[in-house]
T-cell receptor
Framework: DAGVTQSPTHLIKTRGQHVTLRCSPISGHKSVSWYQQVLGQGPQFIFQ???????GRGNFPDRFSARQFPNYSSELNVNALLLGDSALYLC??????????????FGPGTRLTVT | DAKTTQPPSMDCAEGRAANLPCNHSTISGNEYVYWYRQIHSQGPQYIIH???NNETNEMASLIITEDRKSSTLILPHATLRDTAVYYC???????????FGQGTRLTINP
């Protein structure tokens, strides 16, 4: 079975530009979460979407936004890029059923470099 | 902020058991202990999780103390491919947000 896929793999942008990152969850998973991992740090939670609605948001500015599509894939958008946005952006998907515990599966990430 | 404390780095000889400790002294009754690992610049990989009983799967064993304030991840026969950063995370059942700390950088030496 295919795991979580993300595109593109690598991306180079200039300060002030806008970027869109894409994620396809594992088949059957309806929850998608986004994380930012700056070099040398652990991943930091940005958003969680479930059934196309935002269910959680981390401490990130409004320049960061996301959405989830009817097929449960997701996009992360970042506007007005800053040098500090350079990071590995990770997507994770999970099956959800009530309050039961299901692990999250991470994709390989998109490496964003802002110059 | 992460609710766990881990040593920043550890070394282990190939073929030996690697024991990675984690302190989570403020853990709540409804929080699970999760372990993930991240091999260089790849996405984190789920290893194992538990609530209060010891758990074992094909990758590792998880030992949780009776008071649940600490736990140990055991890789029984470490190989070079186990070299990675290991993250210990506490998470409320059903919650999706994972709070990562700095993790433990485990190096397996030949």
């Amino acid at each position: 079975d295919a795991g979580v896929t993300q595109s593109p793999t690598h991306l180079i942008k200039t300060r002030g530009q806008h970027v869109t990152l894409r994620c396809s969850p594992i088949s059957g998973h309806k929850s998608v979460s986004w994380y930012q991992q700056v070099l040398g740090q652990g991943p930091q939670f940005i958003f969680q979407y479930y059934e196309k609605e935002e269910r959680g948001r981390g401490n990130f500015p409004d320049r960061f936004s996301a959405r989830q599509f009817p097929n449960y894939s997701s996009e992360l958008n970042v506007n007005a890029l800053l040098l500090g946005d350079s990071a590995l952006y990770l997507c994770a998907s999970s099956f959800i059923s009530g309050t039961a515990n299901y692990e999250q599966y991470f994709g390989p990430g998109t490496r964003l470099t802002v110059t | 902020d992460a609710k766990t404390t881990q040593p920043p780095s550890m070394d282990c000889a190939e073929g030996r058991a690697a024991n990675l400790p984690c302190n989570h002294s403020t853990i709540s009754g409804n929080e699970y202990v999760y372990w993930y690992r991240q091999i260089h610049s790849q996405g984190p990989q789920y290893i194992i999780h538990g609530l209060k009983n010891n758990e074992t799967n094909e990758m590792a064993s998880l030992i949780i103390t009776e008071d649940r304030k600490s736990s140990t991840l055991i890789l029984p026969h470490a190989t070079l491919r186990d070299t990675a950063v290991y993250y210990c995370i506490v998470r409320v059942g059903g919650a999706q947000k994972l709070v990562f700390g700095q993790g433990t950088r485990l190096t397996i030496n030949p």
